[in-house]
């Protein structure tokens, strides 16, 4: 009988002790899948929070703003009102104020800032402004000699006319033609008024010549 009682007592003992087992390796499973879940869930969790890198606006653009935006506004205005001047000195047949004209129409072209004109017309503003510059400067050293001064300002509108079809102009200009100076080859002029006032002439043919077109702002 007392045998009987121990092996009752060891079964007992065995049951307990493999349940304890078992409990302990569910306990240590869940434990490691918790660990496993929340170390996806922290890898997905920083993966979301990452932020976007930081745009620089450090230098007053926004983001897809060109750099050349700037060179977008470049006008010839200062050059057409230096030789507006010049052309109504000749049209009053005054030599000294069309030199002085002459100078300061010089003096603008000097003045325009390069960096400011479009990288695709730059080479040709070059071209275009060398030869202006030649004869403003001769038409400021020349006074006293207006038929001299007049022939320059013959090929100077030739060089305003490139510029207006290069740049436009935000003024309304009146293209004139005189079909009799140069030997009857005609020459242009650019006028602010359409009333015809021939600077080749003067006062000896005021109104010789003709306006051409109208040409407004692009």
Same mark, same amino acid.
């Given at each position: 009988m007392k045998n009987f009682a121990l092996s009752i007592f060891a079964v007992i003992i065995a049951f $307990?002790? $493999?349940?304890? &087992?078992?409990? !302990?390796?569910? *306990? +240590?499973?869940? =434990?490691? &899948? =918790?660990? %496993?879940?929340?170390?996806?869930? =922290? #890898?997905? #969790?920083?993966? =979301?929070?990452? @932020?976007? @890198?930081?745009?620089?606006? #450090?230098?007053?653009? +926004?983001?897809?703003? !060109? %750099? *050349? @935006?700037?060179?977008?506004?470049?006008?010839?205005?200062?050059?057409?009102?230096?030789?507006? !001047?010049?052309?109504? @000195?000749? $049209? #009053?047949?005054?030599d000294k104020a069309a030199a002085g004209a002459g100078k300061k129409l010089l003096a603008a072209l000097n003045q325009v800032d390069m960096k400011a004109i479009p990288a695709d017309k730059h080479k040709q503003y070059m071209d275009i402004a060398d030869d202006a510059k030649e004869h403003a400067e001769h038409i400021g050293e020349n006074v006293g000699n207006i038929h001299h001064q007049r022939e320059h300002l013959s090929s100077l509108s030739e060089d305003l006319k490139d510029l207006i079809d290069l740049f436009g102009t935000s003024q309304t200009l009146y293209q004139d033609h005189c079909p009799m100076f140069n030997d009857n080859k005609g020459a242009v002029w650019f006028s602010e008024n359409k009333e015809i006032k021939n600077p080749y002439y003067g006062s000896k043919m005021l109104t010789c010549g003709k306006v051409q077109q109208t040409i407004n702002s692009k």
């Open positions: $307990v002790a $493999v349940s304890c &087992t078992e409990s !302990s390796n569910k *306990n +240590q499973s869940g =434990t490691d &899948t =918790t660990a %496993v879940s929340g170390g996806q869930a =922290t #890898s997905q #969790s920083n993966d =979301t929070l990452t @932020a976007p @890198a930081a745009i620089d606006t #450090s230098n007053g653009k +926004q983001p897809g703003e !060109s %750099v *050349n @935006a700037a060179a977008k506004g470049f006008s010839i205005a200062p050059i057409i009102t230096g030789y507006l !001047s010049l052309k109504n @000195a000749l $049209v #009053s047949d005054d």
